[in-house]
């Protein structure tokens, strides 16, 4: 980041080096010598020209699913990009574009007050728009994948701006082709949401199907909004009491005669059935049979009613949290012979000052 041309195009895209501290719902300590704030797709050009300078680029929304290091010596871009865009009514679904920086729960919350329901089951998401695409955030029985039409994102390396329609973001389970893709490969700058015009309640999930006001005939996507917000409150740690960056490991995927097996040997076992044929592993059962639910080590723990949830109680680093996930994952595959992976994005950088 030493070289002029560097440093002519970071003063021009008014860059400056932060504490990123309180960017981050881990509230991990991280010191970036560069970071751009992008509010303009006018800076897109000048910003691939920084990261061809740099050797790369890291791209940061609302820092709930990162695990920063102690330093990120590449330029730091973080998505500010505002706007809500009507695009067209089509005959069976709301067409919206939405830039990549408005904040998710809030866009949630207003897509309902405007009539565009479809969004309710995923409320009260850290994050930003524009990561919503790149895990394909999933709650509740809805993943985002299935109110999605397209992504707008910029190639860094090319310098273009490419739509990707939603087959051709390769959406999985928390997964699309944009997580795939090296770090900096791409900004998402809008997404374009295709929200029913017809709504229909989405409410499989035990924690909804409970819920007497959700079995009425009255049912309306705000009540579902606020029965989940309801249910995340009760259940999950807010990051601004206790820091943390949601599930930590991803629920593992295995076929049936693995899940047969599984149970014959465990039968606790919690699992639950695909469309696809595969079954999808409680992950936070598995933590919790292996004695860590509420163990903590230094800083770091899982917390004591999410054994998913890894929690830093003051003072954890990047080295603290990947040592105790390394941790965690090889009792895992000792005990059940099922590997875990880890849900939030390691940055690469520094792990010690
Ligand atoms: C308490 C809590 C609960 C959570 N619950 C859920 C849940 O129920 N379901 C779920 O799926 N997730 C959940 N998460 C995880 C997280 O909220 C989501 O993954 C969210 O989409 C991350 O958004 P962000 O803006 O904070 O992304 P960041 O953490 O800033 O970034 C995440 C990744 O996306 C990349 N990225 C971010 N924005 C862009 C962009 N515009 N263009 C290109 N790349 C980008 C980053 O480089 C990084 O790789 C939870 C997290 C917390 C803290």
Same mark, same amino acid.
């Given at each position: 980041?030493?070289?002029?041309?560097?440093?002519?195009?970071?003063?021009?895209?008014?860059?400056?080096?932060?504490?990123?501290?309180? &960017?981050?719902?881990?509230?991990?300590?991280?010191?970036?010598?560069?970071?751009?704030?992008?509010?303009?797709?006018?800076?897109?050009?000048?910003?691939?020209?920084?990261?061809?300078?740099?050797? =790369?680029?890291?791209?940061?929304?609302?820092?709930?699913?990162?695990?920063?290091?102690?330093?990120? &010596?590449?330029?730091?871009?973080?998505?500010?990009?505002? =706007?809500?865009?009507?695009?067209?009514?089509?005959?069976?679904?709301?067409?919206?574009?939405?830039?990549?920086?408005?904040?998710?729960?809030?866009?949630?919350?207003?897509?309902?007050?405007?009539?565009?329901?479809?969004?309710?089951?995923?409320?009260?998401?850290?994050?930003?728009? =524009?990561?919503?695409?790149?895990?394909?955030?999933?709650?509740?029985?809805?993943?985002?994948?299935?109110?999605?039409?397209?992504?707008?994102?910029?190639?860094?390396?090319?310098?273009?701006?490419?739509?990707?329609?939603?087959?051709?973001?390769?959406?999985?389970?928390?997964?699309?082709?944009?997580?795939?893709?090296?770090?900096?490969?791409?900004?998402?700058?809008?997404?374009?949401?295709?929200?029913?015009?017809?709504?229909?309640?989405?409410?499989?999930?035990?924690?909804?199907?409970?819920?007497?006001?959700?079995?009425?005939?009255?049912? &309306?996507?705000?009540?579902?909004?606020?029965?989940?917000?309801?249910?995340?409150?009760?259940?999950?740690?807010?990051?601004?009491?206790?820091?943390?960056?949601?599930?930590?490991?991803?629920?593992?995927?295995?076929?049936?005669?693995?899940?047969?097996?599984?149970?014959?040997?465990?039968?606790?076992?919690? &699992?639950?059935?695909?469309?696809?044929?595969?079954?999808? #592993?409680?992950?936070?059962?598995?933590?919790?049979?292996?004695?860590?639910?509420?163990?903590?080590?230094?800083?770091?723990?899982?917390?004591?009613?999410?054994? #998913?949830?890894?929690?830093?109680?003051? =003072?954890?680093?990047?080295?603290?949290?990947?040592?105790?996930? #390394?941790?965690?994952?090889?009792?895992?595959?000792?005990?059940?012979?099922?590997?875990?992976?880890?849900?939030?994005?390691?940055?690469?950088?520094?792990?010690?000052?």
């Amino acid at each position: 980041m030493s070289n002029p041309s560097s440093n002519v195009l970071s003063d021009k895209l008014g860059a400056t080096a932060r504490e990123l501290e309180d &960017s981050n719902t881990l509230r991990l300590p991280c010191r970036a010598s560069c970071v751009v704030d992008l509010t303009s797709t006018a800076q897109l050009p000048d910003i691939s020209a920084l990261a061809r300078s740099a050797g =790369g680029l890291v791209v940061l929304g609302g820092g709930s699913n990162v695990v920063l290091p102690a330093v990120i &010596s590449l330029p730091v871009v973080r998505v500010q990009l505002r =706007g809500i865009q009507p695009f067209q009514a089509g005959s069976d679904a709301w067409i919206i574009d939405v830039a990549a920086g408005e904040n998710w729960h809030r866009w949630v919350d207003f897509s309902l007050s405007r009539g565009w329901d479809g969004l309710e089951n995923l409320a009260l998401i850290p994050g930003t728009v =524009g990561a919503a695409p790149i895990q394909n955030i999933g709650a509740y029985g809805v993943e985002v994948a299935s109110r999605i039409e397209s992504v707008m994102a910029w190639n860094v390396a090319e310098g273009r701006m490419e739509t990707f329609s939603r087959r051709e973001c390769q959406f999985g389970y928390r997964d699309s082709i944009f997580k795939r893709a090296p770090a900096g490969s791409w900004i998402i700058v809008c997404v374009r949401f295709a929200l029913p015009r017809f709504w229909m309640p989405v409410l499989g999930y035990p924690d909804l199907a409970r819920r007497p006001e959700l079995s009425a005939a009255d049912v &309306s996507a705000r009540k579902v909004f606020k029965a989940v917000v309801e249910v995340r409150r009760a259940k999950l740690p807010d990051p601004a009491d206790l820091p943390n960056a949601g599930s930590f490991f991803k629920n593992p995927v295995v076929p049936a005669e693995r899940v047969e097996a599984l149970h014959a040997q465990f039968p606790g076992l919690v &699992s639950y059935a695909q469309p696809d044929g595969m079954h999808k #592993l409680a992950a936070g059962w598995l933590i919790e049979q292996c004695g860590f639910k509420g163990r903590r080590e230094g800083a770091v723990g899982m917390h004591q009613n999410q054994a #998913l949830v890894m929690v830093n109680h003051g =003072g954890a680093s990047a080295a603290d949290l990947r040592n105790f996930a #390394l941790q965690v994952a090889s009792t895992v595959r000792d005990r059940f012979g099922v590997e875990l992976e880890p849900e939030p994005v390691f940055i690469p950088g520094k792990l010690a000052a």
